[in-house]
T-cell receptor, first 115, second 114 residues
Framework: DTAVSQTPKYLVTQMGNDKSIKCEQNLGHDTMYWYKQDSKKFLKIMFSYNNKELIINETVPNRFSPKSPDKAHLNLHINSLELGDSAVYFC??????????????FGPGTRLTVL | KNQVEQSPQSLIILEGKNCTLQCNYTVSPFSNLRWYKQDTGRGPVSLTIMTFSENTKSNGRYTATLDADTKQSSLHITASQLSDSASYICVVSVTWDSNYQLIWGAGTKLIIKP
């Protein structure tokens, strides 16, 4: 059973397009996250939702909009894609809202390439 | 400035050998330090977490140490296996009031050769 799943795994698109990445967790966790891993391999948190409520919203262009229809799903929609958006995007979940102490479980990542 | 630095950037060793990866941090106020293993094309998986008062923790062949005075941590891998080939990432947590921040290192890429 896949704990945290993301679709698609690969996404290649043109600049200016709008795209979405979906994430689902079957762990029964209350909190979900989106991270961006750039070419230097640093992971940077973008958003966090706890029970469908936004609790972390880092300095991210407002072209990025997360949506949590229920606590098992957290989707990421990106408008007007730019070259600099090319990266691997990871979804994660944790039982509680504090990733500082609660173990995060990561999905396999979505590699986004903007041409 | 809160920062986590890992060394070496990459390491190649022969199967069966031991190795030690380093993590130095300059963060305040420190809450805990976690080591992750990230296989190629996969998400990170937590190996160990240590708080200020813990100076060693093991998970199978992985042993993490923490020296809170010198702000250094190491991850020692014993009797390496081909499946240990991965990136190992050190993450330090900073907490203040009811807030927190995770400071991620860039990772050490470990390659195990048969």
């Amino acid at each position: 059973d896949t704990a945290v799943s993301q679709t698609p795994k690969y996404l290649v698109t043109q600049m200016g397009n709008d795209k979405s990445i979906k994430c689902e967790q079957n762990l029964g966790h209350d909190t979900m996250y989106w991270y961006k891993q750039d070419s230097k391999k640093f992971l940077k948190i973008m958003f966090s939702y706890n029970n469908k409520e936004l609790i972390i919203n880092e300095t991210v262009p407002n072209r990025f909009s997360p949506k949590s229809p229920d606590k098992a799903h957290l989707n990421l929609h990106i408008n007007s894609l730019e070259l600099g958006d090319s990266a691997v995007y990871f979804c994660a979940s944790s039982q509680g809202p504090r990733a500082s102490t609660d173990t995060q479980y990561f999905g396999p990542g979505t590699r986004l390439t903007v041409l | 400035k809160n920062q986590v630095e890992q060394s070496p950037q990459s390491l190649i060793i022969l199967e069966g050998k031991n190795c030690t990866l380093q993590c130095n941090y300059t963060v305040s106020p420190f809450s805990n330090l976690r080591w992750y293993k990230q296989d190629t094309g996969r998400g990170p998986v937590s190996l160990t977490i240590m708080t200020f008062s813990e100076n060693t923790k093991s998970n199978g062949r992985y042993t993490a140490t923490l020296d809170a005075d010198t702000k250094q941590s190491s991850l020692h891998i014993t009797a390496s296996q081909l499946s240990d080939s991965a990136s190992y990432i050190c993450v330090v947590s900073v907490t203040w009031d009811s807030n927190y921040q995770l400071i991620w290192g860039a990772g050490t890429k470990l390659i195990i050769k048969p």
